[in-house]
């Protein structure tokens, strides 16, 4: 399945990048701390804006962009005894700098050279304009994923630090960046990119691929390494050392990119046949030190908004897609129900912080408006160094991917409080919460299951129980709640068994001045 790609925001077109710094290496083994030493000295030069693509490459239509077609007669690692091969994408439209690739074989680095013959052209005219030195955005892995003689993409690296990834039968949708820096903060988001990358072969019988990128932006330098292993889920273990220019004001680690544009709790456009649409769901959250797991399902605000979740060390934080059946979405073209969940494990101790969510409006499901990430508590200073180590994973949402124990909100709806089932108590919502999962599956529909909800000053809990659900084999949650006046709606609950948890906690915020309610 070739991957969908999502518009980008705008001012990513203008991301820059540098120029390559490709050099064969006979002398020693090609790795990491090479990459971190070219990321340090990168660090200490003022930052440059490189060259853009030629305006006819950047002015393209996308349609018009998509019909250039990488060959796959001409795959890297092809005619290898390496499972992996690898396909390479061009500059142009959204790409407007390109990057330098090279590869890394028996330890000695030799570059990608970009020629117009590896691909295909929408006329002969059009590839004469071509320039023959235009470069590439990027490139993208494949795997014999779904038999032995399909090279099936799974993971594909394009545009500022963005890259995305899919497990065995998922279709691409969320990315994952390399940072974040200031995002939706009043002063503007910076958006650093790769500049630079080094793909090492692998042997014939190699279950992984590593893959190590240069990192340049106004704010800072990094080097990373992505030791990569594709199948049911895409395991990646990422190592990160970053080299501030200067101090941010909220730097954003191990993001993640998605698209919320309405679901079974908002209202549905005007005019939308389609129940939902989104790439993700919610956001999940676990802390190393109370060891509470949080579900924060998403919404598509009026008004940007970001949400601080603390986290004193955090053990895990992911954006989830747990809508996987297609009567959720009806939508045979973009296949949502398809979309891979992401998730971040930290690895070591990362300190006191927070995971952010940021939740940007939108009125179409072409532009990614949800980000999250984890922000340290003090934001490192110019002049110093932070190193990252984490597992990122893409795959199905569910224990497989999270390590989740207990039992999940599955679905969340909300209307009004004041009406033939949904109470008689005007201004006031009914919120539906359904559960699964965990003990939940093994509990006697007769137990005494509780719920635990707890709501912010301005908020009303009028009622609240929990009943079994026979027609889905779900535990529900019903809620009578009431806003004060023009106040953020904010509540927290649980379900609860002889006094111990069975689930997650979920919780939920309706910002001032949205009202779901039909008129």
């Known amino acids: 399945m070739l991957p969908m790609l999502h518009l980008l925001p705008a001012v990513i077109v203008s991301t820059v990048l540098a120029t390559s710094t490709a050099t064969a290496m006979a002398d020693e083994t090609f790795g990491f701390d090479q990459v971190a030493e070219k990321a340090r000295e990168l660090a200490a030069q003022r930052w440059q804006a490189p060259p853009s693509v030629p305006d006819f490459m950047r002015d393209l239509e996308y349609s018009r962009y998509q019909e250039i077609r990488f060959r796959d007669d001409r795959n890297l690692w092809r005619g290898t005894d390496s499972k992996f091969q690898v396909m390479l994408t061009p500059a142009g439209k959204y790409f407007t700098h390109a990057v330098a690739l090279n590869e890394i074989r028996d330890g000695e680095v030799e570059p990608v050279r970009f020629a117009r013959d590896l691909f295909t052209y929408p006329n002969e005219e059009f590839a004469k304009r071509v320039p023959a030195d235009l ?81 340049n932006g106004p704010s800072l330098t990094g080097a990373y390494q992505f030791t990569i292993r594709p199948g049911d889920i895409l395991d990646m273990d990422v190592h990160a050392r970053l080299f501030f220019r200067h101090k941010v004001g909220l730097p954003g680690y191990a993001p993640l990119t998605s698209m919320f544009y309405y679901g079974e709790n908002t209202l549905r456009p005007l005019g939308e046949w389609r129940p939902q649409t989104h790439d993700s769901d919610g956001l999940l959250v676990t802390d190393g030190e109370s060891g509470e797991w949080l579900w924060r399902p998403l919404i598509n605000p009026n008004a940007l908004r970001i949400s601080y979740l603390r986290t004193n060390n955090p053990r895990g934080f992911g954006l989830m897609q747990r809508n996987r059946d297609f009567r959720d979405f009806q939508d045979l073209e973009a296949r949502y129900e398809l979309r891979p969940s992401a998730w971040v494990e930290p690895q070591g101790d990362w300190g006191p912080g927070n995971v952010v969510l940021v939740e940007i409006p939108t009125r179409s499901e072409v532009n990614d408006n949800i980000v999250a990430f984890w922000s340290p508590e003090k934001a490192p200073e110019g002049g110093t160094s932070v190193d990252l180590e984490y597992r990122l994973k893409f795959g199905p949402a569910g224990p497989e991917l999270s390590g989740h124990p207990s039992g999940y909100a599955a679905n969340t709806f909300i209307g009004d409080g004041n009406r033939i089932g949904g109470g008689d108590k005007e201004g006031s919502y009914r919120i539906l919460v359904d559960f699964e999962g965990g003990a939940l599956g093994e509990t006697d529909p007769g137990a005494d299951v509780v719920s635990v909800v707890s709501a912010n000053e301005q908020t009303e809990v009028l009622e609240h129980f929990v009943e079994y659900s026979e027609p889905t084999g779900q535990w529900r949650l019903s809620m009578l709640v009431r806003p004060s006046g023009n106040e953020t709606m904010a509540l927290r609950a649980f379900l609860s068994l002889d006094e111990k948890p069975l689930t997650e906690t979920w919780t939920y915020e309706l910002p001032a001045g949205v009202d779901i309610r039909a008129k």
């Open 135 to 215: 470069g590439f955005a990027g490139f993208r892995l494949t795997y014999p994923l779904r038999g032995p003689d399909i090279n099936n993409q799974f993971l594909s690296f394009a545009g500022a630090s963005y890259f995305r990834g899919v497990g065995r039968n998922d279709g691409f949708g969320l990315s994952a960046r390399g940072i974040a820096i200031d995002t939706g903060q009043p002063n503007g988001e910076e958006f650093p990119s790769f500049i630079e990358f080094w793909l090492e072969q692998p042997e014939g019988d190699d279950d992984h691929v590593v893959v190590y990128g240069l990192l």
